[in-house]
């Protein structure tokens, strides 16, 4: 029971202060002066929960907190302190399960005059809680701290019954000294096992325990399990143990053998030891021829190295620790050399007992007695195994290395730090600088490296010569003997003795010519990405003015049906904006945002076209050397754009070769590609593709033209004769078509380029081509959406002369508030998709969920936008390219709002 006025510092869980006021009142009455903290959520809680506290009160039902949450809590906090749970009502089932989950006790509120001695009861179970696990824990220290103790003593101890005489522990050395198992001694006694050679001495050393209660340092004669006896040094002590009736005993023993017994073999081994270390054998002289001199002395140096026991190797030969691998040169050398006997040194190899083989430096000489007569001889042997085991390592780490050298896959090199010349190099520096090992022996580091990047390499070289670097990496090109040059990675290293200057360098030189090459494609397809997104985007806007300057141009033909001079001034305009949107069709081709009309063809035919009107347009001193397999692959591509790729590629072969003869050269062919060859253009997979060549004689190309040669209106030809556009849309072309096209030019020595296209599973089809219907309206009512004010003007003007009622806006706000105010009033919805604010689509995605059954046409100036799966889902029937003719937007509007059928 705590006295009166105990402090107590509890936390109560309780959401209602009144109650847990009413709690501290009853601990007040109750003699405890509480320190109290409340929490009524788990942070608060959690927050007050610490080793400070020393009883937890908490409520059974609380909004933020119940009972049994902070019960859990409690218990994964692993404070050892009483949990009451208090509760205006719980039922008998849920406080048996409280229990259970680990609660202390549980309490109602109606009766809380049960607080205070359920809490002193609480706090005395906790105490003799703690009480009792300190003592435990104490216990198992002590025991693991004896134990610790009595298993690490250098002496032999054991614990007996001083009354009885019975053991009742032994340690580990006391095992080792007598060669009794723990299992052997334990309940035995002394005479029992036969320890002691007078047993009168252990009772007479008993007594005086009994007596004085220990005994110090007596020796005794002590027997081994085998019968062997042992001198030993003795002390005794007797221990009382808590909680045992009778008084334990404990003893030491110490093996003084060893220093009791000293003979003539102890004086004799001294005596060596004094002269020598290592390994220690004596022998006697004689005799010479087999099975050789005896051994009478081995050191504990000769136990270890070998194995043996000296009691396996006294008396017998040095000889029996010799085998196959020892040299029988040397043994016979030894041999005449201890005839005479005279001193000899010697190396060799001996076995172990383990068979393992072992080298001795070994030094033999002969031991005389007081009258001078060669009565032994003693070998003093150096166990020199790791010193012939580093000597092998570094002569294989030097064939290693040597090896490693030469074979390296990458380039090695020395050079000389004051001259620069090469002292040596590996096969592969020879591969990648172009010259033989002996071509490079002749000159210096740099008669290799590429004038342009000498300067440089000669700066960073003279740092390091001064101390200021230990080494520097560089990229930069070597030129082999053939002119070739070749990018490398280059590491030199120097090297040299500490306060001294460098003696020579280490070259590491990587092969990264492929790399570089696919870096410089990188740059290439960055830039041309690049700049496919500015033309784009300039597309988009001159699609837009294009389509004005189209469509008025068209109302203008019917205004002045009559004014035959205007009229033809229209048509004019009218065939120039036709050349502008073919060319902002290339420029969509180039920038991949006009999507092709894919399908499944043979690309034979097409080239058979194509190369018609070359050949019709070329001039007769142009031969023309056509080779088209038959077993080309089928593919999937745009015909129209094939064609157009092909007549480019002519074009420019013919500009290449204009003014002289010349032969223009076109193939196809099956092509599979490799991983090599993939690896050298990314837009190439390994695979089955149809390659087209177009080659010519013509100049050629030189290495900045090809750099630049796929930029759209760059250009070499003079002003008039192009508008740079021919190669850029190649290139886009080809990727639309999900291929790729490389050159090869030298100037001079003519052009060639490969087309690549993906071959295609199916099986080719012929396109089927259909006029565009003109149609006109019946006075459905068409609500018209463009963010360009002249556009919605233009298309408002050519809709109602097809004879359509118009509504137009140019924000996309206002005609969804249009269709919103009146789902009905539309028959057809015609917007364009980029707007500010809210785009076309996004448009039609909200008018959708109005009315879903309005047609919908989205327009768009990017050209080849096509009628997506996603698009579709949105409720768009038609996608209109912008330009456009009135006969094209008025065949879409027509079709739009023609029903479709049932699916």
């Known amino acids: ?469 230990r080494e520097f990496t560089q990229e930069k090109r070597y030129v082999r003997k053939d002119g070739v040059e070749v990018w490398v990675s280059v590491t030199k290293s120097a090297m040299w003795a500490p306060g001294a200057k460098p003696d020579f360098f280490i070259t590491i030189a990587q092969d990264i010519t492929a790399r570089k090459q696919l870096e410089q494609q990188f740059l290439q397809a960055q830039k041309m990405e690049a700049i496919g997104t500015l033309a784009g985007g300039i597309a988009h806007d001159f699609n837009n003015i294009l389509t004005a300057i189209i469509v008025y141009a068209e109302l203008g033909q019917t205004v002045l049906s009559g004014n035959a001079e205007v009229r033809e001034y229209l048509g004019a305009i009218l065939q120039a904006s036709n050349r502008a949107s073919d060319l902002v069709r290339q420029i969509l081709t180039f920038s991949r945002q006009e999507r092709p009309k894919r399908s499944a063809i043979s690309l034979k035919p097409v080239m058979v076209e194509s190369l018609k009107l070359l050949r019709a347009s070329f001039p007769a001193s142009i031969e023309f050397d056509i080779a088209l397999a038959t077993d080309a692959p089928t593919v999937l591509a745009d015909a129209t754009q094939v064609h157009q790729v092909l007549m480019n590629l002519g074009t420019n072969a013919w500009h290449a070769m204009k003014d002289r003869p010349g032969c223009l050269r076109v193939k196809l062919e099956r092509c599979a590609v490799d991983t090599e060859l993939a690896a050298t253009q990314p837009r190439l997979r390994p695979g089955l593709y149809a390659r087209v060549t177009v080659g010519d004689t013509g100049c050629g190309i030189d290495d900045a033209t090809l750099r630049r040669m796929f930029e759209p209106f760059f250009t070499t030809k003079p002003t008039g004769e192009g508008t740079g556009l021919g190669l850029s849309v190649v290139h886009g072309v080809m990727e639309n078509h999900d291929g790729a096209v490389t050159v090869v030019s030298q100037p001079g020595q003519g052009t060639e380029f490969h087309l690549y296209f993906p071959a295609y599973a199916g099986e080719a089809s012929t396109p089927e081509h259909a006029d565009e219907p003109a149609s006109r309206g019946q006075g459905e009512n068409i609500l018209v959406v463009d963010d360009e004010e002249v556009l919605v003007r233009m298309m408002t003007q050519a809709l109602v002369m097809l004879g359509y009622q118009v509504e137009a806006t140019s924000d996309s706000a206002v005609a969804l508030e249009w269709v919103c105010a009146d789902p009905q009033r539309f028959a057809l919805l015609l917007t364009d998709q980029t707007m500010p604010g809210l785009t076309g689509l996004a448009l039609v995605r909200k008018v959708r969920q109005i009315r879903p059954d309005l047609p919908v046409i989205l327009m768009t100036g990017y050209g080849g936008c096509a009628l997506t799966g996603e698009i579709q889902a949105a409720g768009v029937r038609l996608v209109l390219d912008k330009p456009m003719t009135i006969g094209a937007l008025g065949a879409a509007v027509r079709t739009a709002l023609t029903p479709q059928p049932l699916p």
């Open 1 to 469: 029971m705590y006295p009166m006025s105990r402090p107590l510092k509890l936390l109560i869980a309780e959401d209602n202060p009144d109650d847990a006021a009413l709690m501290v009142a009853e601990l007040r009455r109750a003699g405890f002066e509480p320190d109290w903290r409340r929490a009524e959520s788990e942070a608060d809680f959690l927050e007050h929960l610490n080793g400070g506290i020393e009883l937890v009160l908490a409520d059974y039902q609380m909004p933020l907190l119940s009972g049994l949450r902070a019960l859990e809590l409690w218990k994964q906090s692993g404070l050892d302190v009483p949990f009451i749970l208090v509760s205006g009502a719980i039922g008998e089932d849920t406080a048996v399960a409280v229990m259970k989950m680990g609660a202390t006790d549980y309490l109602l509120k109606d009766r809380l005059a049960r607080l205070g001695p359920a809490i002193t009861h609480a706090l005395a179970e906790a105490l003799e809680r703690r009480d009792r696990k300190y003592a435990r824990r104490a216990l198992i220290v002590s025991d693991a701290r004896f134990a610790s103790i009595f298993h690490a003593n250098p002496s032999a101890v054991c614990i007996a019954n001083l009354m009885t005489g019975r053991i009742l522990d032994g340690n580990d050395r006391f095992r080792e000294l007598f060669g009794w198992s723990h299992a052997e001694v334990q309940g035995k006694t002394s005479a029992e096992l036969g320890l002691w050679v007078e047993p009168a001495q252990l009772e007479i050393l008993i007594m005086q325990v009994r007596a004085t209660g220990s005994v110090r340092d007596a020796e005794a004669q002590m027997r081994r399990r085998d019968g062997e006896v042992r001198d030993v040094l003795v002390s005794m002590a007797r221990v009382e143990v808590p909680g045992e009736s009778e008084p334990t005993m404990i003893s030491t023993f110490n093996d003084i053998t060893v220093r009791n017994r000293s003979d003539t073999r102890l004086r004799l081994l001294e005596s060596c030891i004094a002269r020598l270390n290592d390994m220690v054998i004596v022998t006697e002289v004689e005799p010479q021829d087999e099975p050789g001199p005896r051994i009478v002395f081995v050191n504990d140096a000769f136990v270890r190295v070998t194995g043996y026991t000296r009691e396996e190797a006294i008396g017998r030969s040095p000889r029996f620790l010799q085998g196959p691998k020892t040299s029988p040169v040397e043994r016979a050398r030894l041999r005449e050399a201890l005839r005479r006997p005279s001193a000899v040194r010697s190396e060799l190899i001996n076995y172990a007992k383990n068979g393992v083989e072992y080298w001795v430096e070994m030094d033999i000489a002969p031991v005389s007695d007081v009258t001078g007569r060669v009565t032994h001889l003693v070998a003093v042997e150096r166990d020199i195994t790791e010193r012939k085991l580093a000597e092998a390592a570094l002569r294989a780490s030097e064939q290693q290395f040597k090896s490693l050298f030469e074979q390296a896959a990458v380039g090695f090199a020395q050079t000389d730090a004051a001259t620069g010349r090469f002292l040596q190099v590996n096969r592969r520096f020879c591969e990648i600088a172009g010259r033989s090992r002996t071509e490079l022996e002749q000159l210096t580091f740099t008669a290799i490296i590429h004038g342009q990047d000498l300067g440089h390499a000669l700066e960073m070289t003279r740092r390091v010569q001064s101390g200021a670097l």
